[in-house]
């Protein structure tokens, strides 16, 4: 017989407390140390190639993934080329997101070979071709992302193939491209309503290269790029005298850089459009394939959409 009286019976309670904390104390250790070798260690690793699609994907993974971009603010993707770290980078990756329609141009070559080993989405790829701008035949403009209905279409390919990669975060993940997409529609009506304010007869945007042809179609602004799609191509003198006629004529207060593009050929357009007596003011610099660096404030696809707005209407509003 076990004999049980009451001053045992609180020892082996106050033991099991003990016995219960030390254990708790014991497990915390654990997870602790676990989280200090390696923190979140079954967390897909997303190499993305640019900083707009490294957006697009913390915006869906939230905290249930680990990104890593492979061109950094300001670098320009259409000429950009791999280093053997890079390779090593996206080879290691659980999934790599790439923007796709060739804007990787350099890249093309290397992403088709990494296509065949590691998981790849090139989200532009996706989008249904009838709402693409065609370029020459079966080539598409890239810079998609200008269009916040037309992105707003991208957030659910990522949703999959991280869902693919990490079968415990698919419902958030898909729940997080749902509330995005929805973001992206809203915004989408906020840009059209300021462009609307910049009086008909100034709603010309001269920039360095044609990076916003979807950005003119979806928000009724006329685009005009100095270079061509892709930076590429080089622009020849007959290119900006066809722009300084466009300028002089149109009586355009002002045309724009940007931050992933060399400013030469804008410079040589106001230049020549001195020489014809007529002024053209530098509106200011917009984010084109490149989101703004660490406290720019113009970290997100999002910021960036309405800071360039908000440069174009101050630049072209003005009575200059
Ligand atoms: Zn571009």
Redesign the pocket.
């Known amino acids: 017989m076990i004999f049980d009286c009451p001053k045992t019976r609180r020892f082996r309670d106050s033991l099991g407390t003990i016995l219960g904390a030390a254990l708790g104390v014991v497990s915390i250790v654990l997870v602790v140390t676990a989280s200090g070798a390696s923190p979140e260690p079954a967390l897909p690793r997303v190499v993305a190639t640019t900083t707009v699609v490294a957006d697009l994907v913390r915006q869906v993974g939230g905290g249930q993934v680990t990104v890593d971009c492979l061109m950094g603010p300001g670098i ?3 000429s950009y080329k791999a280093t053997p770290r890079d390779a090593d980078r996206l080879a290691r990756a659980d999934l790599v997101v790439a923007s796709g329609l060739h ?1 990787e141009g350099k890249l093309a070559e290397l992403l088709a070979k990494l296509g065949r080993r590691v998981p790849l989405v090139a989200v532009a790829d996706t989008l249904p071709r009838e709402r693409l701008l065609e370029v020459a035949p079966d080539l598409y403009d ?2 998609v992302w200008f269009d916040a209905s037309l992105w707003s279409g991208c957030p659910a390919a990522v949703a999959a193939a991280l869902g693919k990669a990490h079968p415990e975060g698919a419902r958030e993940y898909q729940q997080r491209a749902a509330d995005y997409a929805a973001r992206l529609t809203t915004l989408d009506g906020e840009l059209r309503a300021r462009i609307a304010t910049i009086p008909a007869s100034r709603r010309v945007l001269v920039t360095a ?1 044609d ?1 916003f042809r979807y950005f003119g179609k979806a928000y009724d602004i006329e685009v005009v790029g100095v270079q061509g ?3 590429e191509s080089e622009a020849g003198l007959a290119d900006i005298n066809r722009l300084v006629e466009l300028v002089v004529s149109r009586g355009i207060p002002a045309v724009f850089v940007e931050t992933s ?1 060399s400013d030469r050929n804008v410079m040589a357009l106001r230049e020549g459009a001195r020489s014809r007596g007529h002024e053209v003011a530098l509106g200011g610099r917009l984010y ?2 490149s989101l703004g660096g660490p406290g720019s404030g113009a970290e997100t696809l999002e910021d960036v959409l309405r800071a360039n707005v908000e440069t174009i209407v101050a630049g072209l509003s003005e009575a200059r």
Do not use: I
């Open positions: 320009d993707p259409h804007l890239p810079h290269h990076a799609t892709s930076t593009v084109s394939d």
